[in-house]
């Protein structure tokens, strides 16, 4: 991509992310609100996001491994998942999250085990994603010497 | 979108050349954003900020309910349902039980209408799915300047 700029190329991968359903409009949303005064909002909040997610994904592993599953203890953290995932545009591993409420809803743990494998690779997805994204926010940011778009 | 006591059931948008149009906030409404997840606080505030309101964020419903009972009175209250300490319907009761002036609207994760109904009736005005978005605050100012 000759003469492309890195915001160009950061526009078209969000633009691929977005054709795959990965990311949806939450995310251009939570993009509109980086400013001058907030340079760095959206790594900051991709970084927030990785938290949430790998501790509900870490309680939701502990709760589906146990012999008997505590599935309302286990619906909380899934709409926790479902929430910051949301929240920051991560369209597929939130629609996956609403799946696996529907599992627990059915107390079927088997289905469970199946939904949370989906949602634990389209965060994985969502992890490579966001990782691209805020690597490109920052040599943006360096380039621009602190002078934010 | 669940509608509570008295709410109208029309949303109603003021389209400009495709775009929404931002509701006029000179009166300079105050929200408290009540959520235990830094992430959501976050985005909360920054959106809210975006249409010039003035944000106060607190982790659970019990930091909500002495905030009013201390004196601090906001236009707007946003509520998680599931927070430490004290939940979204438990803080939601105490502040109406208090008298509380405000606009009090859940904002929760939970998508069954069961469980927004349940929330709804720890006597919120409204109740929205996360995320908060553009359409919904402006929705919640057209409220509140109808109201003031």
């Known amino acids: 991509m000759v003469g492309t700029t890195l915001s160009e190329q950061l526009n078209n991968h969000i633009q691929t992310m977005h054709d795959q359903g990965i990311l949806d409009h939450h995310f251009d949303h939570v993009k509109k609100l980086q400013n001058e005064g907030n340079p760095q909002f959206v790594v900051r909040v991709i970084s927030m996001f990785f938290n949430d997610a790998e501790t509900g994904i870490a309680q939701i592993t502990s709760f589906l491994n146990s012999d008997d599953v505590d599935f309302a203890k286990t619906i909380n953290?899934?709409?926790?998942?479902?929430?910051?995932?949301?929240?920051?545009?991560?369209?597929?591993?939130?629609?996956?999250?609403?799946?696996?409420?529907?599992?627990?809803?059915?107390?079927?743990?088997?289905?469970?085990?199946?939904?949370?494998?989906?949602?634990?690779?389209?965060?994985?997805?969502?992890?490579?994603?966001?990782?691209?994204?805020s690597q490109m926010e920052r040599t943006i940011a360096n380039e621009t010497g602190g002078r934010q778009p | 979108m669940v509608l509570g006591k008295g709410a109208s059931s029309s949303l109603s948008m003021n389209k400009v050349d495709g775009a929404e149009e931002m509701v006029d906030n000179s009166n300079n409404f105050t929200v408290l954003v009540a959520d235990d997840d830094p992430l959501i606080q976050k985005l909360h505030e920054m959106h809210l900020k975006k249409f010039g309101l003035k944000v106060q964020v607190v982790e659970n419903g019990k930091k909500a309910v002495d905030l009013c009972h201390f004196g601090a009175t906001f236009n707007l209250i946003l509520i998680d349902k599931e927070m430490p300490v004290m939940d979204g319907a438990e803080a939601t009761k105490e502040l109406q039980a208090m008298g509380v002036n405000s606009l009090i609207v859940g904002v929760t994760s939970r998508d069954s209408p069961y469980e927004k109904q349940a929330f709804m009736e720890a006597g919120l005005d409204y109740c929205f799915e996360k995320p908060l978005t553009a359409d919904k605050i402006n929705f919640l100012l057209q409220e509140l300047n109808k109201n003031n």
Do not use: P, W
């Not at chain 1, 949301?86 to 597929?92: E, M």
């Not at chain 1, 469970?112 to 994985?124: D, T």
């Open chain 1, 77 to 133: 953290y899934v709409h926790q998942l479902k929430g910051c995932s949301s929240s920051i545009g991560g369209q597929r591993m939130a629609l996956a999250c609403s799946e696996l409420r529907n599992a627990c809803d059915d107390r079927d743990k088997q289905r469970c085990l199946e939904i949370f494998e989906r949602v634990k690779q389209e965060y994985s997805t969502l992890q490579e994603c966001f990782n691209t994204i």
